[in-house]
């Protein structure tokens, strides 16, 4: 049985709560960071929580809300997510020694989920890489592992694609005309893109 607890995290005066899903035989940890004004309740995040959930992982959902103020520029609102969600991380694995971390990150969150991996040395068997932005796919080069993106996605650049395509260490699926929210005018051919994203990802993720 799965329980939900809240992970406080209090920093530059501010309180921000993180969600951690877990059960009590777990033994290892994966981190999900949703897009910038989203929660881990997007579609295909709330499967992949729900899958690792029920196969030997703690789930812990980053939330970016109250970590900074309005008036902060976007360096220092990065900078104070980062370290809150590295403090977060620190406090789970207070409580539980975890056997292997993975990364789950979408849009924005590619940024966090690889400026830790850098400035943190946090250790994770493998990333999984939703929507990445144009500025993320420089830290996918040094952190290998697979990557959902979409060919008409509004926040890649020109060549974009390509770039990643050069990625061999990674594998790629790109959803053909789908936008940044992995979408299209098509509500069946959107739900059997994202039926094929989970069972890529599972895949990789059981992948030895």
């Not at 970590?67 to 976007?74: A, G, I, P, T, V």
């Amino acid at each position: 049985m799965s329980t939900v607890a809240l992970i406080e995290i209090n920093l530059n005066n501010m309180t921000s709560n993180h969600k951690l899903y877990s059960t009590e035989k777990s033994s290892n940890l994966a981190v999900i960071f949703p897009g910038g004004n989203n929660s881990c309740d997007r579609p295909i995040l709330h499967y992949l929580r729900k899958y690792f959930l029920s196969h030997n992982y703690d789930v812990l959902c980053i939330s970016y809300s109250n970590l900074f103020e309005r008036k902060d520029s976007s360096d220092i609102k990065f900078e104070k997510i980062v370290e809150s969600v590295n403090s977060a991380i620190k406090q789970v694995e207070k409580e539980k020694q975890y056997v292997d971390r993975l990364f789950i990150s979408r849009s924005a969150g590619n940024l966090a989920a690889s400026e830790l991996k850098i400035r943190h040395s946090i250790n994770v068997k493998k990333s999984i890489y939703i929507s990445p932005t144009s500025e993320a796919i420089k830290y996918i080069s040094k952190y290998p592992g697979i990557i959902i993106t979409a060919s008409n996605d509004e926040y890649l650049e020109n060549g974009d694609i390509n770039k990643l395509r050069q990625l061999k260490q990674s594998e790629l699926i790109v959803f053909k005309n789908g936008t940044h929210n992995l979408e299209t005018a098509n509500i069946t051919e959107t739900i059997n893109f994202h039926k094929l994203v989970l069972i890529k990802i599972v895949d990789f993720v059981e992948k030895q």
